[in-house]
């Protein structure tokens, strides 16, 4: 059973990933993006099953040491949290990551 | 001797001494308090300056290490080119100390500051992560390039703050 505590952390962290007000970096595992914060640090990733296709979005909390305290994935989540949420905020934090949002708007300036 | 001691008493100068004597003993008291205050102050005093010699130290010491910190991410970035994955782990882990250092030395410094660290701590652990398993399973090294850019923008926004801590350091010199 997930903690309250962390649906409310991965609903606000969705709410201000999609708002834009965070953003999230790339590390040196492609698909995988972190965020930090004073004393903790978040990381987000997918993986594919090779068995069905399925995917799954694993999210990892680390402490002030860079070790790893709790990680929960979509699964453990449902149904408070749906996998949509999970997908979009993944998909969010690899746009703010990559820099997707800027490069568009910088080939629309272009373009205009 | 008689007539001595009845001029001393004609002349009540037995009262005359022991007026002097409280006299005497309140200026000894007032003198007593005096120098205990002096003596206090002057310990105050030597407090304050060795505590503003140990900050002085500890910011000497925070410069210090933050330098060594950044010469170990271009030694790391060198390593990497060179594929010298077997020695990366233990730099990684000598770099994540430092920088957890000089965090805990300087617990008060603000909420950005603290995140630069963290997310720079977050990245060295990632990257020990990551060689250990590539030294463990002998599998593919991972893209040289991309590791030293995720270094390369650490460094950035530690400079960044080392400025920032230097300029308040000299703030805080001037204002004292």
Redesign the interface.
């Known amino acids: 059973m997930v903690n309250e505590r962390i649906v409310k952390l991965i609903e606000r962290l969705h709410q201000r990933t999609m708002d834009g007000k965070i953003t999230w970096e790339q590390t040196n595992i492609e698909g995988v993006f972190q965020i930090a914060f004073p004393e903790y640090s978040l990381k987000i990733s997918k993986s594919e099953s090779s068995h069905d296709y399925s995917i799954s979005i694993f999210l990892q909390i680390y402490n002030k040491d860079g070790i790893l305290i709790e990680g929960v994935h979509d699964g453990q989540l449902m149904p408070m949290i749906p996998f949509s949420t999970m997908e979009e905020l993944y998909y969010n934090a690899r746009r703010t990551a990559m820099g997707v949002d800027k490069a568009i708007d910088d080939i629309l300036s272009e373009l205009d | 001797m008689d007539e001595i001691i009845k001029y001393v008493v004609d002349h009540h100068w037995g009262d005359v001494a022991s007026v002097l004597e409280v006299i005497i003993a309140v200026i000894g008291f007032i003198v007593t308090i005096v120098s205990v205050t002096r003596s206090k102050k002057a310990a105050q005093r030597a407090e304050q300056a060795v505590l503003k010699i140990r900050d002085e130290m500890l910011k000497v010491d925070t410069i210090a290490e933050f330098s060594a910190a950044i010469a170990s991410m271009d030694e790391i970035k060198r390593l990497h080119r060179e594929n010298a994955w077997s020695v990366l782990p233990d730099r990684y882990s000598a770099l994540?100390k430092v920088l957890?250092s000089i965090?805990s030395v300087n617990p008060d410094m603000p909420?950005h500051h603290?995140?630069?660290f963290?997310?720079a701590?977050?990245?060295?652990?990632?990257?020990e992560n990551?060689i250990e398993t590539v030294i463990a399973t002998n599998s593919n090294p991972?893209?040289v390039p991309?590791?030293n850019q995720?270094i390369s923008r650490q460094i950035d926004r530690l400079i960044e703050v080392l400025v920032e801590m230097k300029n308040n350091f000299r703030g805080e010199s001037h204002g004292k």
């Open positions: 994540k957890i965090r909420d603290k995140t630069v963290q997310n701590i977050q990245h060295f652990s990632n990257f990551q991972p893209n991309k590791l995720i």
